[in-house]
């Protein structure tokens, strides 16, 4: 069976395409891209169709990462097919969980920088989308970190789930 997981931030333009296009490279750097499905969306629909901010899909290109994606609004009846609703900062954790339908299915949220035992207590990636570059660059970083202790949890759940 699938593992299925999906990324959320505000618009889903910027930080959780991010995260989407960065796991699922390695997700198919691992060998399971069989096994686990990577998508994102926004907590919002304003951006809904559009693709990704130009800053996110150049960062991921220069970084050796796939960029094209196009924007959508997280639905509360995903909750039935997800298996792991990754949050990129407080506010859409609190969005999420207050989306969900039962106890079980918030209990599918979490955040990303959870996931790096580097990261400290804060563990909200900065939305970058009113500044400048940098952000996008250290958005990158925050990802990238994350992504590994990450890709560790979902191995261990896919093939758990696949056994």
């Known amino acids: 069976m699938t593992y299925r997981v999906c990324f959320v931030c505000t618009g889903n333009i910027c930080r959780s395409p991010m995260a989407e296009s ?7 750097e691992a060998g399971l891209d069989g096994l686990v499905e990577v998508d994102s969306a926004g907590t919002g629909g304003w951006h809904e169709g559009d693709p990704a901010d130009p800053r996110t899909v150049s960062v991921l290109e220069e970084h050796g990462y ?14 039935a097919r997800l298996d792991l609703v990754v949050a990129l ?3 859409h954790l609190k969005a999420l969980r207050r ?4 106890p079980q299915d918030a209990a599918k949220v979490r955040l990303l920088r959870s996931y790096d035992p580097a990261a400290g207590e804060d563990l909200d990636v900065p939305d970058p ?3 400048g570059r940098d952000g ?7 990802v990238e970190a994350a992504s590994t202790g990450l890709l560790a949890a979902v191995r261990e759940q896919a093939e758990g789930k696949a056994a």
């Open 22 to 28: 960065v796991f699922r490279a390695r997700v198919a």
């Open 66 to 79: 796939e960029g094209g994606h196009t924007a959508r609004q997280f639905q509360s009846s995903w909750f």
């Open 89 to 91: 900062d407080s506010g």
């Open 99 to 102: 989306l969900a339908p039962s």
């Open 129 to 131: 989308y009113y500044g």
């Open 136 to 142: 996008f660059e250290e958005c990158l970083e925050m």
